[in-house]
Structure formats: structure tokens, C-alpha cells
């Protein structure tokens, strides 16, 4: 029986969640709105989302974005796949914290300063900056998150199946791709579109290490919002936001499904 | 006597300060069934992963038909191993976790089918062809894993633990059909085990580790009767085991004398011991006797514990200085008419040639 939510527990359910999403609803509401005001129901209307498609500024904008989070994606894939890869391996070798503590430290710090310090870096390396300077930075905060994914789902891998392909004649590369790969390829597809993800809907890097030309759909946005808050942002962030969301639902159902598939114990 | 297929010559191998596996030597013929037995951390499994290829040896020689395998990578060894855990793969199918090894090696998929076909008759699953690993029970997993091992033909096969995740009823079905299997086929088969029922009931050899070292090799019966060492003598069966000093020693007839018994205890042994010599006299069970009448060694004590197993029962009997000895009696006969009561006053007696004597 599951245990009944008092009111208290239904009140406290409410406040939480408005918390979270009220101000997502406001928005994705006026995107909504056939009025120019933000603050007046004009009924409903698409107009707003014609408009950002005419917009060939934002279509730019988005095309930067989802090119460099594509880009940036597959970067972090590999690089996430190999590192995850290796702490397996090296589990209890020496040295294994240090490299686990590097390789994850890029997610807890400051985007700020992260930003902050590809550009110096950038800048001292005489690197143009431009969509690949985005792309590079970005693979480098998100190879982090790709490596805690795909590690949580090499851990559950029993060690000894590559040996046992590697027993039945596999070179270990081909012991990798033949059975380690197939069964981690779900949390590769979610790793993959979580970095997809997080590169999309990044601001604060990419405004450090663009340059000029390579103008990043939050970049646009937020650029936009300054001057005013007019309905096709509402709109355009409405539409981020369901690309953000769609990603994340299609990453969960994919490691979902395999999850019942493979009868998955542990 | 033919080459042995396998010959390990004083391998060893460090993990740190622990040495798991230190100069081991020993051989194992072809079609013969080998197992190492040892209780776990012994650095049993290390050996098997050393002749497959997944470790290498700091020193010493592995050689297969006479050829030196340590040069050999894993995937290109001639030997396959059936894991502990099965290792099977959960993305496959039955069939194609049987085919893996084959498919490798670039056969053609007909000639795959149908050894397929042939490998899971053989393991009694022709119908399991096309299910998931996911699907079978333990047994069965047991039996895909065996399979798969033996769809190369290798010339020696190593199994690690193969009984270990069965229960007990299927244990002994499994061992039966395994054992089969191994005479018809003229499979070799090196076992690593810390089951001694297992290792002793189905062995033609096998050998006793202990902390990276091979205590003893040799068949069931002469590590049974003949233990090289105390730990031998406890590791397998039951075993009272009296520590003492030499006192006499005339004609192969020795005479120990043991702290807590009244009177030294006779047993055959080696005449060449000196007399002084701190030796241990090993006891079997089955050797002792609650009811002789005479006999070169008898003990007073009372019951303090009995076993009931069924054949037959283990009495431990303890003297009057605390020292235990442990007496088998099998049922039926005298003993079911007159049975040994919990705390009875006995006397426990034996002959001297039941006596082994231990170095130290």
C-alpha cells in the first residue's frame, strides 16, 4: 500500500514544485501570448514562433549552437569513453583518486572561471577564437560528465566477460568493441546527449571563448533580453527548452528500455 | 609414461608483498583430470590465469606439449577457461555465446551452426539455442559457459570454481555429467577448486596449495592417507592430529610422546628419525575405534560431541587432559546395536600402522 500524502505533504509538494517551475510556465505562457505586452493575456497565438523563424539572426544562432553541442558531444564521448575506461582498469592502482579527482573536478567549478581560464589559454596559444574554440571548450567541461555516466554502467559489467572474449580468441581491442561496447552503448547515447545538452543551453563558457561570427543561440538570447524582453525570445526559449527536455526524456527511455532488456540485476 | 601436456616449472608470481604464486611445479598429463585445491586467497585462481594468459609470470616456465606459452598472448593460447562467475555475454544469444570462439577464428557460419548445434547437445540445451543468458537458470548458465569453452577443442581446459555458484543437489549431477563428459571426449581438465569433497571425489590427481606454494600433488587417496603436512593432513578430511617428541624408535616401530596422554603413542614410521625429533602423529578418523578390545594405542576420554551424517557418525572424544580425538563409526552393524550415548566414558584405540607421522 503506498502511504497516503497528508495535506501538509501535498502543500509542501505544491510550493516545491512552483518553486521550480513557475517561472518556466510564465515563460513558456507569454510565448504563447497574441499580445506584444509581457505582462497582458492577448490570447492565444503561434505569431511569436513564425517570428523566430524569420528571424534569420536567431536561425544563425542556432545553428552555431547545435553544431558546436554535436561537435562538442562526440568530442566528449571519446574522451569521457577512454577516461571512464581507464579508472575501471586502474581500480586500486596507484594514483587513481588523482586522476578521478582531475577528471571530475571540471564539474564543480565555477563556469566562470573555467571561461575564464580557456581564454587566457586560448588567447596565450594565439588561437582564433571562434566556434572551435567554443567546441573545445566545451568538450572539456562536459568529457567529465561523460565519464561519470559510462563509468556508473562499466561498473556493473562483470570484468571477466572480456577476458572470456579475449579467452575465445578476441585481440583485446576486439574483445572491447565486440562485448564491452555493445552493452554500454545506452550510456553512451545518454552520455552523448547530456553533453549534447549541456553544451546547448551553456551561456557563460562561450561567451569567454567565442569570437566574432560564432554566436551561440543563449548568447543571442541573452543579448536579445537585454534590450527588452520581446515575445520571440519567449518563444525561442520555449522551444530550448523542449529540445532540452526532449533530449533528456529520449536519454532516460533509451537506458530505460535496454535496463528491462537486459534484465539488468546489481 | 607419455610428456605431460602441461608442465609448470617453479613459476611465481607477486601481487605487492604477497606472493601468490611462489615456484610452483607441477605436471598435468593429457586427458587427465587435475585440480588445485586450496582454501580462497590461496592464489589458485592466479595459477589458472597465468597458464591462460591474463597474468605473467615474474618467474619461471609454462609449457604446453613442451612449447613455452608465457610468450603466447591470451587470445592465440590453445587453452580456454570457464570462469567462476560464467562470464557469459548478456547482449548474445545462447547460441551465438557458444559460436563466439568459433566465429574468431573466421569459420564459416554454416560450419558455426552446426558445431553449435552439436556443442549445446552436448550440454543437453539444443533447445536454448536462440534464448537469452538472461533467461536460464544457473544450471543451464553453467552449462552455455562449458559450451562456449569447449567450442575450440582446446587441448587443456581450465575451469575456476565450475561448481561454485550451483546448489548442493545440482552440484553433485553437475560433477557426474562433467566427469563424463571429460572420459568420453579425452578432454584435460585443470580444476581449481576449495571443495576438497570435490576436488578428492573426481581428481586422478590433484594438488594442495597453500599461500602461493604447492603443499602436495598426488592422487585422492595418497593425500588422503599420506598428508606431506600438517595443513595437508587438516585441509583434507578430518584429521586429529597429536604433536610430540620421538622417545624411541626400533624396527620401523616408533614410539611418540604426546603432552596430555599417559603413555607414548605407537605408530610405523621412519626409522631414520632421531630420537628427540619434534614429530605430529595424524590420526584418520576411520582408523579409531570406540570398541577394540586390544590394540597397540588405547586413550580413555568421554564423548563430548557427536555428528550425525548419516553413514556414518564423528565422535569427538576428550581425555581427561583436553586433548580431543575425533572417531568415525559407521552405522549398521555393532554400532547400531550398542550406540556411544553424548558424555560415555570410552576408550578410544587404534593400531600402530594407523598412525602417520608429519614432519613437525
Known amino acids: 500500500m503506498r502511504p497516503g500524502l497528508s495535506r501538509s505533504n501535498l502543500l509542501a509538494l505544491a510550493c516545491g514544485l512552483a518553486f521550480l517551475y513557475l517561472p518556466l510556465l510564465v515563460l ?38 547545435v553544431t558546436v553541442a554535436m561537435l562538442s558531444a562526440s568530442v566528449a564521448l571519446v574522451l569521457g569513453t577512454l577516461a571512464a575506461t581507464a579508472l575501471q582498469r586502474l581500480a586500486g592502482a596507484f594514483g587513481r583518486t588523482l586522476f578521478a579527482g582531475l577528471l571530475f573536478t571540471p564539474l564543480v567549478l565555477p563556469e ?60 583485446p581491442l576486439g574483445a572491447f568493441l565486440l562485448v564491452t561496447l555493445p552493452q554500454i552503448a545506452p550510456a553512451l547515447a545518454a552520455a552523448w546527449l547530456l553533453a549534447f545538452t549541456l553544451s546547448l543551453d551553456d551561456l557563460v563558457i562561450a561567451a569567454f571563448t567565442s569570437g566574432p561570427g560564432a554566436t551561440t543561440l543563449p548568447m543571442r538570447l541573452y543579448g536579445q533580453a537585454r534590450l527588452g524582453v520581446t515575445p520571440d525570445v519567449n518563444a525561442l526559449s520555449t522551444l530550448m527548452i523542449a529540445a532540452v527536455v ?21 | 609414461m607419455a610428456p605431460p601436456l602441461l608442465r609448470l616449472d617453479g613459476v611465481s608470481r607477486r601481487f605487492g608483498n604477497t606472493r601468490a604464486a611462489d615456484r610452483v611445479s607441477f605436471t598435468v598429463a593429457a586427458g587427465e583430470m587435475f585440480s588445485i585445491l586450496g582454501p580462497s586467497g590461496c592464489g589458485k585462481s592466479t595459477l589458472l590465469r597465468l597458464i591462460a594468459g591474463f597474468e605473467t609470470p615474474d618467474a619461471g616456465a609454462i609449457l604446453l606439449n613442451g612449447e613455452d606459452l608465457v610468450a603466447v598472448p591470451p587470445h592465440r593460447r590453445p587453452v580456454n577457461m570457464m570462469f567462476q562467475s560464467y562470464a557469459l555475454f548478456p547482449h548474445l544469444s545462447v547460441a551465438d555465446n557458444v559460436g563466439f570462439g568459433l566465429r574468431r577464428q573466421g569459420r564459416p557460419a554454416a560450419e558455426v551452426a552446426r558445431r553449435v548445434g552439436e556443442l549445446l547437445a552436448l550440454v543437453r540445451l539444443e533447445e536454448f539455442g536462440p534464448r537469452r543468458v538472461q533467461q536460464l537458470s544457473g544450471g543451464e548458465r553453467q ?18 570454481e565450475p561448481l561454485g555458484a550451483l546448489d548442493r543437489q545440482l552440484r553433485a549431477a553437475t560433477q557426474l555429467e562433467l566427469t563424463a563428459l571429460q572420459r568420453s571426449l579425452g578432454l584435460t581438465l585443470l580444476v581449481v577448486t576449495h571443495d576438497q569433497e570435490e576436488a578428492m571425489a573426481h581428481s586422478a590427481r590433484l594438488a594442495i596449495m597453500r599461500q602461493g606454494r604447492i603443499e602436495q600433488v598426488g592422487t585422492p587417496a595418497e593425500v588422503y592417507r599420506r598428508p606431506a603436512s600438517r595443513f595437508v593432513a587438516e585441509f583434507v578430511g578430518e584429521a586429529t592430529l597429536l604433536t610430540g617428541r620421538l622417545v624411541a624408535a626400533a624396527g620401523g616401530q616408533l614410539a611418540v610422546a604426546v603432552d596430555g596422554l599417559p603413555r607414548p603413542v605407537q605408530v610405523v614410521g621412519d626409522a631414520a628419525l632421531a630420537v628427540g625429533t619434534a614429530v ?20 580413555a576420554g568421554s564423548v563430548v560431541d557427536i555428528a550425525y551424517t548419516g553413514s556414518h557418525s564423528l ?11 575425533k572417531v568415525a563409526e559407521t552405522h549398521g552393524g555393532e554400532a547400531a546395536e550398542t550406540p556411544v550415548a553424548l558424555g560415555a566414558a570410552v576408550t578410544v584405540a587404534w593400531p600402530a600402522a594407523a598412525g602417520v607421522v608429519l614432519g613437525a
Open chain 1, 246 to 266: 526532449g533530449a533528456l526524456v529520449v536519454a532516460s527511455a533509451v537506458e530505460k528500455r535496454w535496463r528491462s532488456r537486459a534484465g539488468l540485476r546489481r
Open chain 2, 280 to 299: 605430529t602423529v595424524m590420526l584418520r578418523p576411520e582408523a579409531l575405534s570406540l570398541r577394540a578390545a586390544s590394540a597397540d594405542n588405547a586413550v
Open chain 2, 143 to 160: 552449462r552455455v559457459a562449458l559450451a562456449r569453452a569447449l567450442a575450440r577443442a582446446p587441448k587443456l581446459l581450465l575451469l575456476d
Open chain 1, 112 to 171: 566562470v572561471i573555467i571561461g575564464l581560464a580557456l581564454l587566457l589559454l586560448f588567447v596565450a596559444l594565439g588561437i582564433d577564437r571562434g566556434a572551435t574554440t567554443i567546441v573545445i571548450a566545451h568538450a572539456t567541461v562536459t568529457t567529465g560528465y561523460v565519464a561519470v555516466v559510462v563509468q556508473s554502467r562499466l561498473l556493473a559489467l562483470d570484468p571477466a566477460q572480456e577476458e572470456a572474449a579475449i579467452d575465445l580468441g578476441a585481440p
Open chain 2, 315 to 325: 565422535y569427538r572424544v576428550r581425555t581427561a587432559a583436553g586433548l580431543v580425538l
Open chain 1, 28 to 65: 513558456v505562457l507569454h510565448s504563447f501570448n497574441a499580445g506584444r505586452m509581457v505582462a497582458v493575456w492577448g490570447g492565444f497565438s503561434l505569431r511569436w514562433y513564425g517570428e523566430v523563424f524569420a528571424n534569420p539572426a536567431l536561425l544563425a544562432a542556432a545553428q552555431v549552437s
